[in-house]
């Protein structure tokens, strides 16, 4: 039957359609079965609480037709007594056994996790070292049952638990029982998956350790090509085939599997049972061997498209359902071409010394293995992802590891500095001191503004998209040096770095308008104005203003201009009457006012400029021309009595 207690992490029920009777009762006064998670030939196996001791069980319970059988209730409480005396890390544990109102049952461990099927169906065939690293604690628990006179009878994926927390567990030793309880089956009636049965137990419907170690060796091939040896129309041909045929070493369908690995798979997987490993612990020690010298970075080949194997005819796919079959050996060998194989040469007998030293071998190398696999050299590389780099190769180093940074990688969604990924991956089985390269993230692809003044519209987005970046909105204001049409400045600022894609607004020239110099020095005049490209003529005329002052220009100012045209002055050469301003006459000068020299603050910040000639007691007009923060025009200049006004233009 197929296990189900392994679900997976969100448990449904099997079959919503019927109602179930069992489920919200209070089984034997102690569990409450909550749902049903599979259902099998043989029984229907629930989750349940255990209210006496408060804690998640799952409850195998048998069909009602089954527990109507008096010998199949005999062999299922026999099997609660055999197996809860079997404590093994590696091995679901049985907590109770009994009967209620018709419904026997078994209370046993519930592993929330993966079946070993769930894996192959997901990912395929395995890595070699993989593989072999989830069949040794398997090993481990059928060794443990060998050891104690019971045999598993029904090894395959469905069977095999891997949980949350990384063990491994063998389950539904349901149809377990001690080598010694022949009488409990009956004769000619044939228990286990036919996809996994060894040829002895076609044959004869024996059934004992080396049984188990070839079921075993079939799953370490289906681990390692990720398909069964055998597959055919029906159960009686893939029986023939386990009888007749020898199951290819798994190289032949996965290039670069190790031969220590072929040689593992073909002793376990022989047609005679004697020259098998003799039980699950032989197998283990071989296993560890092999696991020893094999090189760390064992990665086959994957196959060619289309290859195929002389037993696999229908080539790769997903493997059939492998429900545990209770049928007559007797219809199962109606073929005649199904006959038992040969019996075996006898093997010589070992000496004592031997035998004793390899039972030494094999109850170290179980004792060892969950060193070896779990809390020895193996740890799990942790959880780094998202981590600041710093904080995450700290913690790792922490935990022994080696950490390396490799380069920044641009991310969308993660921030600069954070943990993008890990080399190996975050829950990956590595030796403590293993290297982890540490790839942090360098944030999203950011590209500059780029520099689209005095361009046109149309290049500027052009010049824009070319960068990665997309045109924005458009605004126009008027503009002092800018002519019409053209880039004033973007939004962002050019140089700006933005993600990829962001938009960049525009601000164009509404126009190129005429600086207004009026009042201006007109040596200071005709320079700016020279500066901004213009073209200008300076003619004098008497005047009441103030000697070497503009009085007048056309184009007036704010009319609309363009780059290069000319401009004409009017500098005031001051009024002909003799009259002459106090400071250009200090002889004439009124009595008290006194003459003080003005700063000259050209070129200066415009705050540093007011703060100067307010200490040095003038008053400050500031006019905008330019807009560039620094003065570029002064008037007047030289000496004035104290109280005057100085323009500053910017």
């Known amino acids: 039957m197929p296990s189900a207690w392994q679900t997976a992490r969100k448990l449904t029920p099997v079959d919503t359609t019927v109602a179930d009777p069992l489920l919200g009762r209070l089984l034997d006064g102690r569990y409450r079965v909550e749902s049903r998670i599979a259902r099998g030939g043989m029984a229907a196996v629930y989750l ?24 199949f209730v005999r062999r299922f409480i026999g099997e609660a007594k055999s197996v809860a005396s079997l404590s093994h890390p590696n091995v679901v544990h049985v907590f109770d056994q009994g009967a209620d109102a018709g419904n026997v049952y078994l209370s046993m461990e519930y592993v929330p996790g993966r079946t070993m099927r769930d894996v192959l169906r997901e990912r395929g065939r395995l890595p070699a070292r993989e593989a072999l690293e989830i069949m040794i604690p398997v090993l481990a628990a059928l060794g443990a049952a060998h050891q104690t006179g019971m045999v598993h009878r029904d090894v395959k994926p469905e069977n095999v638990l891997l949980s949350d927390d990384g063990r491994v567990k063998v ?20 228990i286990g998956t036919i996809a996994y049965m060894s040829p002895e137990q076609v044959t004869s419907g024996v059934a004992d350790t080396r049984s188990d170690v070839y079921a075993a060796g079939v799953m370490l091939f289906e681990l390692l090509t990720g398909q069964q040896p055998y597959l055919g129309e029906s159960p009686m041909s893939v029986a023939y085939r386990h009888v007749h045929d020898r199951v290819p070493a798994p190289s032949t369908l996965v290039p670069g599997v190790p031969a220590a690995l072929d040689a593992l798979v073909l002793a376990a997987t022989d047609r005679d049972p004697a020259r098998r490993p003799t039980d699950a612990t032989a197998m283990l020690v071989a296993a560890v061997e092999t696991h020893r010298v094999m090189p760390h970075d064992s990665t086959p080949q994957r196959p060619l498209p289309g290859a195929t194997s002389p037993s696999m005819p229908r080539g790769f796919g997903a493997p059939p359902a492998n429900p545990t079959m209770v049928a007559s050996r007797t219809e199962m060998l109606a073929a005649p071409e199904i006959a038992p194989p040969a019996p075996a040469r006898r093997r010589g007998v070992r000496p004592v010394w031997f035998l004793a030293a390899l039972a030494v071998v094999m109850v170290a190398a179980i004792a060892g293995t969950g060193w070896w696999f779990s809390e020895g050299r193996y740890t799990k590389v942790p959880e780094l992802l998202g981590l600041n780099v710093a904080l995450a190769k700290a913690q790792a180093e922490k935990q022994g590891f080696t950490v390396k940074i490799g380069p920044a990688e641009h991310d969308d969604k993660l921030a600069e500095d954070k943990v993008l990924r890990s080399d190996p991956e975050p829950g990956k089985e590595v030796l403590k001191d293993a290297v982890i390269t540490l790839i942090p993230s360098s944030g999203p692809v950011k590209v500059p503004v780029p520099n689209v003044v005095n361009l046109s519209e149309g290049d500027a987005r052009a010049k824009i998209s070319e960068v990665g970046l997309t045109p924005g909105s458009v605004s126009r204001v008027p503009s002092d040096t800018v002519q019409r049409g053209l880039v004033m400045r973007t939004s962002p600022a050019v140089g700006t770095r933005l993600r990829e894609g962001s938009k960049v607004q525009l601000v164009l020239s509404a126009g190129l308008l005429m600086p207004d110099v009026s009042e201006m020095q007109c040596d200071q005049a005709d320079a700016f104005l020279r500066q901004k490209g213009f073209n200008p003529t300076v ?15 056309v184009p007036a100012a704010r009319a609309e201009v363009t780059a290069g045209q000319a401009v004409q002055l009017t500098c005031s050469k001051g009024p002909d009457t003799g009259f002459h301003w106090p400071w250009e006459n200090p002889d004439n000068a009124q009595p008290g006012q006194a003459l003080v020299p003005i700063p000259d603050v050209r070129f200066k910040k415009v705050t540093d400029a ?14 905008k021309i330019a807009g560039t923060g620094a003065v570029v025009a002064e008037n007047p200049l030289g000496q004035a009595p104290a109280g005057t006004r100085v323009t500053i233009w910017h």
């Open 539 to 553: 003619v004098q005329q008497t005047d009441q203003a103030q000697p070497n002052t503009i009085i007048a220009q």
């Open 171 to 190: 389950a539904d030793f349901g149809l377990a029982r001690a080598i010694d309880a022949g009488n409990q089956t009956k004769t000619g009636v044939m």
């Open 48 to 71: 349940a609480l255990d209210v006496r001791l408060d804690r998640t069980v799952a409850l195998k319970v048998m069909h009602p037709s089954l527990a109507e059988d008096p010998d």
């Open 610 to 623: 007011v703060s100067e000639l307010r200490t040095a007691g003038f008053r400050v007009r500031v006019r």
